[in-house]
């Protein structure tokens, strides 16, 4: 095997891991939500990012950071912490599975955000995605088998929200590191998400708080593992194992509170799987 395609093979294995450190967090927060409340769990997911970053923070030096794009991040910051809110919220009402599938519709919302906000085009093989992201969500959640739960539309939210935050990611870029973008979410979403705590915060047990350790964990091991992956090869080779995520859930919500798995689910996790790929690919031939 040649060094490039070694490279593709690390990156792939480096994306899966990372997903299943991803569902391990969900599975966490789901566990979690049943004794504790959804504020408390946003800002120790928050909390535990920002601590891991304090070392890299230290190097850089304060001078670093300064920024003239204070509306961008504050932004950035309320609707990332909104996303996690909603979406924790669905986590702990809906099969882990289903939460995870519509929060997988981020990346095909992008791309509509950007047309209309941003003006970027948009080219037939990405709206051919789009189409096919959600016939795929479509045939997961298989509406015409039983009456959906409306928290759904919650997890919807929560994924238009984060579609819009990594919108702002490209729009900052112009001017903002990727440094800068990370430090001030951290920080911010740490201070946003501390202030319901003054009325909603309520005492841990020890157990909860191993779990909550362990959720911190795996978030940021995820987080390392992703990044490392997208700098062995490009998105467009290794993308598409994101999708993965949805079948890490199925299986963790099979195994911890009997959510079923359905030949429903399989079919529309392969066609999501498929519309990423395609969006992908369009990507790919767009920056040729």
Request: charged share 10%; net charge positive.
């Amino acid at each position: 095997m040649d060094t490039p395609q070694r490279s593709v093979v690390i990156a792939s294995v480096l994306v899966l891991s990372a997903e299943l450190c991803f569902a391990g967090v969900s599975a966490l927060v789901k566990y979690l939500s049943t004794d504790l409340p959804s504020e408390q769990l946003v800002f120790f997911r928050s909390l535990m990012a920002f601590v891991v970053l304090l070392p890299w923070i230290w190097r850089k030096g304060t001078s670093a950071f300064r920024t003239q794009a204070w509306r961008f991040h504050l932004t950035r910051g309320i609707a990332g912490v909104v996303a996690m809110y909603l979406f924790f919220y669905a986590i702990a009402h809906i099969p882990l599975a289903q939460a995870t599938l519509v929060l997988l519709l981020s990346p095909f919302l992008i791309p509509v955000i950007g047309k209309f906000w941003l003006k970027e085009y948009v080219s037939r093989q990405t709206w051919l995605a789009i189409a096919i992201g959600f016939v795929g969500v479509y045939l997961f959640l298989n509406p015409t088998a039983a009456e959906l739960s409306p928290v759904i539309w919650i997890a919807f939210i929560a994924a238009v929200l984060a579609a819009y935050t990594k919108t702002l990611i490209r729009k900052m870029s112009a001017t903002e590191s990727s440094s800068k973008i990370v430090f001030y979410f951290s920080l911010l979403a740490t201070v946003i998400s501390a202030i319901p705590l003054l009325w909603r915060g309520e005492s841990i047990a020890n157990t909860h708080w191993i779990a909550i350790l362990l959720m911190g964990a795996l978030a940021v091991i995820g987080q390392l593992a992703m990044t490392r992956a997208y700098s062995l090869a490009p998105a467009a080779r290794v993308g598409v194992f994101t999708y993965s995520s949805v079948i890490f859930a199925s299986l963790m919500g099979y195994w911890f509170w009997d959510e079923p798995i359905t030949w429903f689910m399989l079919a529309g996790a392969i066609v999501i799987t498929l519309a990423g790929y395609l969006a992908l690919r369009s990507r790919r031939k767009a920056e040729i």
